[in-house]
T-cell receptor, first 113, second 110 residues
Framework: AQSVTQLDSQVPVFEEAPVELRCNYS??????LFWYVQYPNQGLQLLLK??????LVKGINGFEAEFNKSQTSFHLRKPSVHISDTAEYFC???????????FGTGTSLTVIP | NAGVTQTPKFQVLKTGQSMTLQCAQD?????MYWYRQDPGMGLRLIYY???????DKGEVPNGYNVSRLNKREFSLRLESAAPSQTSVYFC?????????FGPGTRLTVT
């Protein structure tokens, strides 16, 4: 079965510093990858997704992610974070041949003033 | 307005009681999903339905049943609730191009 690993459960970072949230997946077949953000007591909001084409994907709020097939990774980055980026971030994957949509365990990003 | 509706938003049950969580989508999607979200564990897939009339187990199906009677609706049933089922439940309607999530149901089992 497909699995998604987010190694960092909590990431504290100072305001205006860069951040990288890591995501690795286990699959030998083609996959589609997603990053979601969840603000406290709210639902999920799509940040970006990789379906095909350029491996560098740009999303909302200044976030971007790079699909690396050889390393089975899809890390999320932002060059300069704001206080408002404090939230829970989830990586998700669906196999090209399947229907199961799996989420990672999440990374809690805290931006420190 | 396109989206996923989910009822109820809040529910408190006593151990052993039963209930059904309702979910409906109006995007004409084939695939629908039920997840539970627990602190530190992300969203775990309970059941999914790839098309009308079909359902499959996800990661944590024990203690749950689902029903996909038509393309629009996908319900989740707890036959005999347990405290371990205290969680926030999300329904989703997903394709590669569109992913919609319901607002969630906060369930507490005492």
């Amino acid at each position: 079965a497909q699995s998604v690993t987010q190694l960092d459960s909590q990431v504290p970072v100072f305001e205006e510093a860069p951040v990288e949230l890591r995501c690795n997946y286990s699959s030998s077949v083609s996959v589609y990858l997603f990053w979601y953000v969840q603000y406290p007591n709210q639902g999920l909001q799509l940040l970006l997704k990789y379906l095909s084409g350029s491996t560098l994907v740009k999303g909302i709020n200044g976030f971007e992610a790079e699909f690396n097939k050889s390393q089975t990774s899809f890390h999320l980055r932002k060059p300069s974070v704001h206080i408002s980026d404090t939230a829970e971030y989830f990586c998700a994957v669906i196999e090209g041949t399947g229907n199961q949509f799996y989420f990672g365990t999440g990374t809690s990003l805290t931006v420190i003033p | 307005n396109a989206g996923v509706t989910q009822t109820p938003k809040f529910q408190v049950l006593k151990t052993g009681q039963s209930m059904t969580l309702q979910c409906a989508q109006d995007m004409n999607h084939n695939s629908m999903y039920w997840y539970r979200q627990d602190p530190g564990m992300g969203l775990r897939l309970i059941y999914y339905s790839a098309s009308e009339g079909t359902t499959d187990k996800g990661e944590v199906p024990n203690g749950y049943n689902v029903s996909r009677l038509n393309k629009r609706e996908f319900s989740l049933r707890l036959e005999s609730a347990a405290p371990s089922q205290t969680s926030v439940y999300f329904c989703a309607s997903i394709t590669l191009d569109e992913q919609y999530f319901g607002p969630g149901t906060r369930l507490t089992v005492t």
